[in-house]
T-cell receptor, first 113, second 114 residues
Framework: EAGVAQSPRYKIIEKRQSVAFWCNPI?????LYWYQQILGQGPKLLIQ????????DSQLPKDRFSAERLKGVDSTLKIQPAKLEDSAVYLC???????????FGPGTRLTVT | AQSVAQPEDQVNVAEGNPLTVKCTYS??????LFWYVQYPNRGLQFLLK??????LVKGSYGFEAEFNKSQTSFHLKKPSALVSDSALYFC????????????FGTGTRLKVLA
């Protein structure tokens, strides 16, 4: 069974630029999550989808971050414009449903200079 | 509000010795508890979970965790540590209803010394 795929693996941008991350969850997984993991901290949930609907985006900085999950499969997370404090690893995870364990992708390491 | 605490930033243990990585939680209602491991440059991997039932939960790679309701703890254990167990370990608590949102601890780095 293929795991959660993410791209790119690494990205370096200047502040005020835009960036987008892509995630392909495990086939059949209805729930998809985006997390931000800052060095030395645990992952922080940014947004949670159930199929193509948003379940929780309470910690998403909506003035600069956006995410979508068209057709309930792949998802993209966008930052526009980026700030220095957005430097982090962005993790995508999926699960069969909202109750079961999550499976994580390898993450995208973003550096904002 | 629910929370999870991992009181140790780092745990060092000699290979072959038993290991314990500590986790305490605070949650309204029955807790759903998880352990994940993160190897360098890789995403988090699920180790084990407690939802209900037996307080001793067995998971991947020989790890187990003991749920203690009175002490609100969910410590991760392994009888005999391997050098390859060296990694970052995260405890997580999930809301028992609603969005079932995860709250992760800050992580504990386990170093197994040969």
């Amino acid at each position: 069974e293929a795991g959660v795929a993410q791209s790119p693996r690494y990205k370096i941008i200047e502040k005020r630029q835009s960036v987008a991350f892509w995630c392909n969850p495990i086939s059949g997984h209805a729930t998809l999550y985006w997390y931000q993991q800052i060095l030395g901290q645990g992952p922080k949930l940014l947004i949670q989808f159930q199929n193509n609907g948003v379940v929780d985006d309470s910690q998403l900085p909506k003035d600069r971050f956006s995410a979508e999950r068209l057709k309930g499969v792949d998802s993209t997370l966008k930052i526009q414009p980026a700030k220095l404090e957005d430097s982090a690893v962005y993790l995508c995870a999926s699960s069969l449903d909202m109750i079961r364990e999550q499976y994580f992708g390898p993450g995208t390491r973003l550096t904002v200079t | 509000a629910q929370s999870v605490a991992q009181p140790e930033d780092q745990v060092n243990v000699a290979e072959g010795n038993p290991l314990t990585v500590k986790c305490t939680y605070s949650v309204s209602g029955n807790p759903y508890l998880f352990w994940y491991v993160q190897y360098p440059n890789r995403g988090l991997q699920f180790l084990l979970k407690y939802i209900t039932g037996d307080n001793l939960v067995k998971g991947s790679y020989g790890f187990e965790a003991e749920f203690n309701k009175s002490q609100t703890s969910f410590h991760l254990k392994k009888p005999s540590a391997l050098v390859s167990d060296s990694a970052l370990y995260f405890c997580a608590v999930r809301e028992p209803s609603g969005t079932y949102k995860y709250i992760f601890g800050t992580g504990t780095r386990l170093k197994v010394l040969a």
